[in-house]
């Protein structure tokens, strides 16, 4: 039956129940035009954009919302698009267990995705799991560190150039993580101070880095540029970045503002994924992987380097030149000693430094 056509013929109505919107409708005795009643009845959001909303409440970055979205359609398709309500523990472990015996993945990987299980039953589906995950686990394995050399590091970062070279120096001379450094802003930068504020860095805190002297004067001369591609795209009605959380609402003309700018701006304006408000990005991690790949091709370094290497590194070499662990600890932004302690194990020092009886 037609119940659109049905109502928009009813003279009188006292109380009807559409089942099928599941809403209570009552009407005074008159003559009523139900034409555009069911234009105004939206339909309920996607499971998916119901995590998104989420996650955006909450604050968590762009790269969350996409690992958590992935999981949990990839969770969705394993047991065949069944919906994660009518599921429960042993359905969660049986994709877990999959992850790890079939896909071998790594342990960080299979947390990951109960992380974003567990978000989508607990924030969105409003279900408290009780049960244990008695999943099969990946297994953590005991990797040491790659660490460069004091010479190694110095012919990868001569071997780039410009930008790339400039977070380079950066990365190994303030042992930060590569989305710590393309996220700096210009008021994170303390050139008289001889220090760099890393924004939600590690545990999403806050803390203070070295700025090395080496680096300086190519950093200002990077930055008089970039204010210069500010003012230009000031000029054609753009110039606003990103702000986080609920600074744009506080501070309404702030994005417009020098200080607030990407240390290390996209070179074109793309339109945001969340707001589609078009505006001037940091550069893509990708920019920089791709030269350090190069310069480690070029200098033939036979090492596995990856950007992380250079924060190894930093941390290594402040050890090996005798500073103490626990301000090696705070500079890395590591909560627990524990952690920094596994650059004791490379260092020229310590084991490194016995001699095999071979050359004794």
């Known amino acids: 039956m037609d119940i659109g056509v049905t109502l928009q013929k009813c003279d009188y109505i006292d109380k009807f129940l559409l089942s099928q919107k599941g809403l209570y409708i009552y ?76 896909r071998k993945v790594a342990q960080s990987t299979q947390n990951q995705a109960l992380n974003a299980i ?132 506080k501070f309404k003309n702030a994005s417009c503002q020098w200080i607030w700018q990407y240390v290390f701006p996209s070179k074109s304006i793309s339109k945001d994924p969340r707001t589609g408000i078009k505006r001037r990005p940091h550069i893509h991690a990708s920019s920089f992987q791709r030269a350090l790949k190069k310069a480690v091709r070029l200098t033939r370094i036979p090492k596995a380097v990856t950007s992380h290497a250079f924060r190894h590194s930093f941390a290594t070499h402040l050890l090996e030149d005798g500073y103490d662990i626990r301000t090696v600890q705070e500079l890395l932004g590591h909560k627990d000693v524990s952690t920094t302690m596994i650059y004791t194990h490379v260092m020229q020092k310590g084991a490194m430094a016995v001699k095999s009886p071979l050359d004794v």
């Open 118 to 249: 567990i978000f989508l039953y607990r924030e969105i589906l409003g279900i408290e799991l009780k049960e244990p995950i008695n999943a099969i686990r990946a297994k953590k394995p005991q990797r040491l560190p790659v660490v460069l050399t004091k010479a190694e590091v110095s012919k990868l970062i001569h071997t780039m150039s410009g930008t790339q070279k400039i977070i380079g120096m950066l990365l190994y001379g303030a042992g930060m993580q590569l989305m710590e450094c393309i996220r700096l802003r210009v008021k994170d930068i303390d050139f008289e101070m001889n220090q760099i504020v890393v924004r939600q860095g590690k545990e999403d805190k806050d803390r203070i880095t070295l700025l090395p002297e080496v680096v300086k004067e190519d950093l200002q001369q990077h930055l008089d540029r970039v204010q210069l591609l500010h003012d230009d795209d000031l000029a054609q009605g753009y110039g606003k970045v990103f702000m986080p959380h609920a600074l744009e609402r």
């Open 27 to 102: 009407f005074t005795p008159k003559t009523v035009d139900f034409s555009n009643l069911f234009k105004m009845v939206k339909p309920p959001k996607k499971l998916l954009d119901q995590v998104r909303d989420r996650i955006r409440l909450k604050h968590y970055s762009i790269r969350t919302e996409r690992s958590y979205t992935s999981w949990i359609k990839r969770f969705i398709l394993f047991h065949n698009k069944k919906h994660p309500k009518d599921m429960g523990v042993a359905e969660i472990e049986a994709f877990l267990t999959h992850l790890a015996v079939e």
